[in-house]
């Protein structure tokens, strides 16, 4: 059996009330969990909470304690209710600065001065922070271990891309799954002994039915390959003996 890998963690957080009213339908977590498994950085956790200095400055500071790496979304924009500069730069007790580079992209932009006022709360950003490049307009930020992005799905996609290569890396989470038309009451006590037998895999069941029928999609995750396929072999072993046939493997 191969040795636990190294895992670099993350966290996700979610800002805006928007999300959180279900006005706005989140796509960010999904792309984010993908584009950083890509980079070797799993997300452990994800957090939304409102526009609300308090609960912004709370999660910051309780997941940037708990997780290699923290991401946010939302709240970077020149309205008044784009606070995430303001509760960031608390979190870590630094003032905001305004940040000649991005002051400079603004102003080339001519504004009306009530406009350009406003544009220019995009140049904050805490005082020790540098920037994470956005080729789609202003940069987001980033201080310490907490990276600050848009919450528009386009751009925020537009940041992670341009951090490639500047993330501490990990070990790349593969899959395997295979589904089979038995039920989780079936499969609980084989499916722990397999579990048991790979505590270093993270095995998941998916519970469905559609057609009349119950089923149970079984879902492997790890970063090592021949751990995963013998787990999938004896996963199938399992199906078989329960009266079952696999079905839809897939490898990712």
């Known amino acids: 059996m191969s040795t636990t890998p ?10 805006g009330n928007e999300i959180l009213s279900g006005r706005t ?26 526009d ?24 970077i924009g020149p309205t008044h209710d784009d606070i995430t500069a303001d509760c960031v730069a608390k979190a870590f007790g630094v003032p905001l600065v305004v940040n000649e580079e991005i002051a ?18 995009m140049a904050r950003i805490p005082e020790g922070g540098d920037l994470v490049r956005n080729p789609l307009g202003p940069p987001g930020f980033y201080i310490g271990n907490v990276y600050v992005m848009a919450g528009i799905p386009q751009v925020m996609q537009a940041m992670i891309g341009a951090l490639d290569g500047q993330l501490r890396r990990g070990e790349t989470i593969r899959s395997r799954s295979v589904t089979a038309h ?14 048991n037998r790979y505590p270093h895999i993270d095995l998941g069941s998916y519970p469905f ?35 079952g046939t696999p079905l839809n493997e897939e490898r990712g």
Do not use: C, W
């Not at 190294?6 to 800002?15: E, F, G, H, K, T």
């Not at 339908?25 to 409102?50: F, M, S």
């Not at 499969?187 to 722990?192: T, W, Y």
């Open 209 to 243: 039915y559609r057609k009349d029928v119950y089923g149970t999609t079984l879902v492997m995750r790890g970063s090592v390959e021949a751990d995963l396929d013998a787990m999938l072999d004896d996963v199938r072993q399992m199906i078989v003996a329960l009266g």
């Open 104 to 121: 400079a992209m603004l102003r080339k932009r001519p504004s009306p001065p009530e406009v350009m006022e406003s544009r220019m709360r």
């Open 52 to 75: 609300v200095e308090d609960a912004i400055v709370e999660a910051v500071n309780a997941l940037r304690h708990r997780y290699d790496y923290v991401f946010t979304t939302g709240g």
């Open 25 to 50: 339908q989140d796509t960010n977590l999904a792309y984010l969990a993908t584009k950083l498994n890509e980079y070797g950085i799993q997300i452990h956790e994800a957090r939304v909470v409102p």
């Open 182 to 195: 038995l039920s989780e009451g079936q499969i609980a006590r084989p499916l722990g002994d397999i579990q």
């Open 6 to 15: 190294v895992r670099v963690s993350a966290a996700v957080l979610i800002i």
